[in-house]
C-alpha cells in the first residue's frame, strides 16, 4: 500500500489565543482548530496563555496535529503595555521575540505556509513575513474609522481621541513601512470587512480578499419566541466606550411612542457608564434599561435566550462578535449600516441604519424598534433569516473557506510571479511623467488658439484603452477616460467640426487618392475591455461616430484580468468585472452587426515582440484566424502592442514582419498626423487621457504636439543605453 500524502506543514500565529473565549481570544483559537484538521498545525502565542491551554488539553484530550509554542514576556514588559499609549510598543517587542522563535522553529519543521491571526488590527504587522515562506496575513481590520458626522455623539474627550485617532490611522496605514511589506510579500491578504479592503486597496495599491475574522462554534437558536402583548427584550452589549455609542440607543428609546413596551439589558462596563447612565434617567428611559455589568462569556452567551433583539450602536468596529453571537441565536439585529455590520446583517437578517446625521440615526433607530415590537411576523421573518445568516459563519465553513486559501497558496504562484509594487522612484516618475503629459496639452491648446487652422489633409488618429467609471475606494484605474469624459471629448470634437471615420474608410480613400474632409479624426481602442462595450458603444452610437478596437484575441471570452495589466491583477477583488474583464465573442459580434465598430488585430497574446519578427508573424497569424472564424473579418487592420518606435517596439524588421502576416496596415503610438496617401504601416495615433479635454484634443489633430513626441524621442536618445528597457507592464502606447 503506497504511503500516504504528508500533510503540509503551518504555522499560525495567534498573539491572543484561548480556548472557550469569545473575541480575539476566541478567533485565534478556533483558527488554530480548523487549521489542525487539514494541516500539521504550530501556533505561536503569548505565555499567558498557557496555563489556561494545558488546562483544557489536560482535560479534553490532546487535538491531533495541533501544537503550541508560547511566547514569553518579561514582567516589565507586561507592565509597559499597560501604560496608555504604549501598548503596541509593548506588543511590538513581543514580535521580535515571536520572530525568534519562528525563525528557530523553522529551522528544525520547515513550514510550508505561515499566517498571522491575532490580534487582527493592521496597525502591528509583526515580522513573519520574513521569514522567506508563504505568508497569509489576516483577515485585517483595524482602519475603519469614526464619522465624521457623528462626531458630535462624543463629549469633547472622545471627539478629540476619536478625531486624533483617525488623522493617526489615516497616516500609519500610508506611511508604515512594516505595514506596506507585509501588505507586499503576503501571498494572500484578508480584509475582515469591506471598509477594510477598500482601505487598503486605495493606499497600498492592493486589493485583500474579504473573510469575516470571526465565526460561530454552533447555532444557538432559543425556544423563546415571542408571543402578543409580550415587551420587546432588547439586548446592548460591549464596552461602555465613546465608540460604541450606547447614547444613540438611550436617545432612541426616548423618541418610541408610549404604547411600546420594552426591556432593556445593558452588558458591559467601561469608562463612559456613568454618563450613559445620567443620560438614561434625563431621558427618562433608566426604569426601562438594567444594567449588567460585565458577565463571563458564557454568562453573556445566556442573554441571547432571554432577547427578542440586538441592538448594535458601534460607530467604528471591525465586525462586532456580538452581532455574529445575536444571529446564531436566532436574535434580529439593528445596526449601523457601515463597516462589519454592512457585511454581516442583511435585509433578511436584520434592520441597517445608514450612517447620515444624528438626528436621522436615532429617528431611524427609533422607527426601526417600534416596528419589530408592534410587527411580530415581521420580527418572526428576521429571527428565521438571522439563523440562516449565521449558518454561513459557522467555524467549520470559516474553516474551508481557509483551507481554501492555503490550498491556493500552496499550489500557486510565488510571490515572484505575482504583480510587483511600483516602487518609490517608479510611482515618482508616473507622477511626472502625468504632470508633464497635462503641461503638454495645455500648452498644444494655447498654441492652438493663437495659431491659423492647418490647411494639409492630415487625419488624427486617437487611440483609447479603458473607459470605465473610477471604482470606489481604490487606486484610480490605468489609463482609463470616464465615461463622462469620453462622451464630452467625442461630442466636443464634433461641435468643434471633425469628421469621426472608420480607419477602413481613411484607408480606402487613401489607396484611391480620394480626397478626404479636412478636420477628420479615427478613434481606436487598444487590447479589447468589456467596458468599451459598456460604455464607449453606447456613445458612439448615440453621437454617430465609429471607432475600431484592436483585440488581443487570445484573451477573448475570458474572465480574468489581461496578464499584462497589474492595476487589475493587484485590485480584482475589489473591482467590478468590467473594469478588467476582457470582451466576449458575442460582445464584438453585437458591436460590429451595429456598424458602428469595426474589429482589429492586437496580436493574439499581446507579447513583447521585440527583435523577434518570426514570432511577431505567427502571433498575428493566430490572431487573425480567430478574426475571420469568428467575426468574418477578411482584411484586418493591426496596432503594434507598447508601439513606440523610439523603444524598440517598433521597427523596420517588425514592420515587415505585419505587412507579410497579411494585415492592410500597422499602426504605432508614435503621436504623429496621418498623410492618408502614406503607407499605412507607419501610421502613428495619438494617446487620449482622462484630464483631455476636447480643446487639447483638438490641439493634438491640428498638429500642434508634433513638438512633444519629437522632445520624447530626444529624451530617450539621451538616456543611458542601460535605461532604455521599459519596465514590462501595461503602459499607455500598448
Not at 117 to 122: E, F, P, S
Not at 276 to 281: E, G, K
Request: glycine share 8%; hydrophobic share 40%.
Amino acid at each position: 500500500m503506497p504511503a500516504s500524502t504528508p500533510r503540509a506543514r503551518v504555522l499560525i500565529l495567534a498573539a491572543s489565543c484561548l480556548p472557550e473565549r469569545g473575541s480575539e481570544p476566541g478567533v485565534g483559537w478556533n483558527r488554530a482548530l480548523q487549521a489542525a484538521r487539514e494541516f500539521e498545525t504550530w501556533v505561536l502565542c503569548k505565555q499567558s496563555a498557557a496555563l489556561e491551554i494545558h488546562e483544557y488539553l489536560s482535560s479534553h484530550g490532546a487535538i491531533d496535529g495541533l501544537r503550541f509554542e508560547f511566547v514569553q514576556s518579561p514582567r516589565w514588559e507586561r507592565w509597559l503595555e499597560r501604560i496608555p499609549g504604549l501598548y503596541y510598543a509593548s506588543y511590538n517587542l513581543w514580535h521580535r521575540r515571536a520572530f525568534r522563535t519562528a525563525r528557530a522553529l523553522h529551522e528544525r519543521v520547515r513550514f510550508d505556509l505561515v499566517h498571522q491571526v491575532t490580534l487582527c488590527g493592521y496597525r502591528e504587522p509583526g515580522y513573519l513575513w520574513r521569514l522567506g515562506v508563504p505568508f497569509v496575513w489576516g483577515p485585517l481590520g483595524g482602519t475603519q474609522n469614526y464619522p465624521w458626522r457623528l462626531l458630535g455623539e462624543a463629549d469633547w474627550c472622545g471627539a478629540s481621541y476619536e478625531g486624533l485617532r483617525s488623522l493617526l490611522n489615516r497616516l500609519q496605514l500610508r506611511t508604515s513601512r512594516r505595514v506596506r511589506c507585509a501588505a507586499w510579500q503576503a501571498s494572500v491578504l484578508l480584509a475582515a470587512n469591506s471598509t477594510n479592503q477598500s482601505d487598503f486597496a486605495r493606499v497600498q495599491g492592493r486589493a485583500p480578499a474579504l473573510m469575516l475574522e470571526t465565526g460561530l462554534s454552533k447555532l444557538t437558536a432559543s425556544a423563546n419566541r415571542r408571543s402578543p402583548g409580550t415587551p420587546l427584550r432588547i439586548l446592548w452589549s460591549g464596552e461602555l466606550r465613546v465608540h460604541k455609542a450606547l447614547s444613540l440607543l438611550l436617545k432612541a428609546l426616548a423618541r418610541l411612542p408610549g404604547d411600546v413596551a420594552y426591556e432593556v439589558r445593558v452588558l458591559g462596563t467601561g469608562p463612559c457608564e456613568r454618563r450613559w447612565r445620567v443620560l438614561a434617567r434625563r431621558l427618562g428611559v433608566d426604569r426601562h434599561v438594567r444594567w449588567m455589568g460585565w458577565l463571563a462569556h458564557a454568562e453573556a452567551m445566556r442573554q441571547y435566550s432571554w432577547a427578542h433583539l440586538l441592538v448594535f450602536t458601534s460607530l467604528r468596529d471591525t465586525s462586532g462578535n456580538v452581532v455574529l453571537e445575536a444571529l446564531g441565536a436566532g436574535i434580529p439585529v439593528v445596526c449601523l449600516d457601515h463597516q462589519g455590520g454592512h457585511d454581516v446583517v442583511t435585509d433578511q437578517s436584520g434592520v441597517r441604519i445608514p450612517v447620515t446625521t444624528r438626528r436621522e440615526v436615532v429617528e431611524r433607530l427609533a422607527d426601526a424598534i417600534a416596528r419589530l415590537a408592534s410587527d411580530i411576523g415581521a420580527w418572526q421573518r428576521l429571527s428565521d433569516g438571522a439563523l440562516e445568516r449565521a449558518g454561513e459563519y459557522l467555524w467549520t465553513r470559516q474553516g474551508a473557506r481557509m483551507e481554501a486559501v492555503y490550498r491556493k497558496v500552496l499550489e500557486g504562484p510565488r510571490l515572484s510571479d505575482r504583480p510587483a509594487r511600483p516602487t518609490v522612484a517608479e510611482r515618482g516618475s508616473q507622477a511626472a511623467k502625468e504632470l508633464a503629459q497635462r503641461a503638454a496639452g495645455a500648452i498644444a491648446e494655447a498654441l492652438n488658439g493663437v495659431l491659423p487652422d492647418r490647411t494639409d489633409l492630415s487625419v488624427g488618429i486617437l487611440t483609447y484603452h479603458r473607459v470605465v467609471p473610477h471604482p470606489p475606494g481604490v487606486a484610480k484605474p490605468t489609463y482609463n477616460v470616464r465615461p463622462e469624459q469620453f462622451r464630452a471629448q467625442i461630442a466636443g470634437l464634433l461641435a468643434r467640426g471633425f469628421h469621426v471615420w472608420p480607419l477602413r474608410r481613411v484607408i480606402e480613400y487613401g489607396r484611391s487618392g480620394l480626397a478626404i474632409p479636412d478636420k477628420t479624426v479615427v478613434i481606436t481602442f487598444d487590447d479589447g475591455y468589456e467596458c468599451v462595450y459598456r460604455h464607449a458603444w453606447p456613445v458612439l452610437r448615440e453621437l454617430g461616430a465609429h471607432a475600431t478596437v484592436f483585440l488581443s484575441t487570445q484573451y477573448l471570452d475570458s474572465d480574468r484580468p489581461f496578464p499584462f495589466d497589474p492595476w487589475a491583477r493587484r485590485l480584482q477583488p475589489c473591482l467590478p468585472a468590467e473594469a478588467y474583464r476582457p470582451l466576449s465573442s458575442s460582445q464584438c459580434d453585437e458591436m460590429v452587426n451595429s456598424g458602428v465598430i469595426e474589429l482589429g488585430s492586437h496580436t493574439h497574446s499581446h507579447s513583447d515582440f521585440r527583435r523577434r519578427p518570426a514570432a511577431l508573424r505567427a502571433d498575428i497569424e493566430l490572431s487573425l484566424d480567430i478574426l475571420r472564424s469568428r467575426f468574418g473579418c477578411a482584411e484586418a487592420t493591426f496596432a503594434l502592442p507598447f508601439g513606440r518606435r523610439s523603444e524598440g517596439f517598433v521597427s523596420d524588421e517588425l514592420v515587415a514582419a505585419t505587412r507579410s502576416a497579411g494585415v492592410i496596415c500597422s499602426l504605432s503610438a508614435d503621436g504623429a498626423l496621418v498623410d492618408p496617401a502614406a503607407d499605412p504601416f507607419s501610421w502613428g495615433r495619438f494617446a487620449a487621457y482622462d484630464w483631455d479635454t476636447s480643446a487639447t484634443l483638438a490641439a493634438k489633430l491640428e498638429g500642434r504636439y508634433g513638438w512633444v513626441e519629437r522632445l520624447r524621442r530626444w529624451a530617450h536618445r539621451s538616456r543611458p543605453t542601460s535605461d532604455r528597457e521599459p519596465l514590462h507592464v501595461h503602459t499607455g502606447n500598448s
